[in-house]
């Protein structure tokens, strides 16, 4: 009887991850597929080695949701970051933002990096 | 679906092309003479944590930024490109120089 109820919630499990990958009733995307993206330009870690793309890893989550919201309304204006940032609904630009903030980064607040600080 | 893909990458390329030579020719700039120039950032830059008034969001961490990516931040809003209303009067009262010399002292900071 266990067996049968084991299999039977796993089935349910299988479908249902079916179902989400499909993107049908799916709530969101998850962070790693909707990065795959970004990856080409910011790195795969976050870290942009192309020095004319920002570094996302550790950058504060709020300031880079504002940023895709305002390249989302074209109040921030970039040829390639618009056409991004359109395909993106309110939670993934939350899911996004809070997956790079959380990365390990190289970014810093200038707080100990101003003259006479050190 | 591939059409956006494809119109995408076409997108990319273009804008890559224009950026990379847009600052290709200018020299690079001092960092030490950056240094020296970035004590009004700090006042929003410098406190962890900080807060834009309105709408309410963290002022960005910009220690560590990348060069080129501050070089074009600071240009655009000196040329009115990039809507804050504070950062616009910071990037008019920079010369281009002043502004390659930031970014030069900014990228070299590591946490």
């Known amino acids: 009887m266990k067996s049968i109820v084991l299999i039977a919630s796993l089935a349910c499990g ?3 991850n079916a179902l989400a990958a499909e993107g049908g009733a799916a709530p969101g995307k998850n962070a790693e597929e909707l990065s795959k993206s970004c990856a080409a330009c910011h790195g795969a870690d976050g870290n942009a080695t192309n020095a004319q793309y920002p570094r996302l890893a550790g950058q504060y989550h709020d300031y880079l949701a504002r940023s895709l919201q305002e390249y989302k309304t074209g109040e921030r204006q970039n040829a390639i970051m618009a056409g991004f940032a359109k395909t993106l609904s309110e939670a993934d630009i939350d899911t996004l933002a809070r997956f790079y903030a959380d990365m390990p980064g190289k970014l810093d607040d200038l707080a100990h990096h101003e003259q006479g600080a050190e | 679906m591939p059409r956006i893909v494809l119109a ?3 997108a990319l390329l273009l804008a890559a ?6 600052l290709a020719d200018d020299p690079k700039g001092d960092p030490q003479v950056g240094h020296a ?5 700090g006042g929003c830059h410098g406190v962890a944590g900080y807060h834009n008034a309105y709408p309410s969001y963290h ?5 560590g930024q990348n060069y080129d990516y501050l070089v074009n931040a600071l240009t655009e809003y ?3 490109e990039r809507a804050h209303p504070t950062m616009r009067a910071q990037g ?4 281009d120089q002043d502004i390659r010399n930031i970014a030069a002292y900014l990228s070299s ?3």
């Open chain 1, 14 to 16: 299988v479908a249902f």
């Open chain 2, 8 to 10: 995408r990458c076409a």
């Open chain 2, 17 to 22: 092309c224009f950026t990379t030579t847009a």
């Open chain 2, 37 to 41: 120039l970035v004590y009004t950032c």
């Open chain 2, 59 to 63: 002022v960005p961490r910009i220690g």
């Open chain 2, 78 to 80: 000196k040329k009115g």
């Open chain 2, 92 to 95: 008019e009262s920079l010369s």
């Open chain 2, 109 to 111: 900071i590591t946490p």
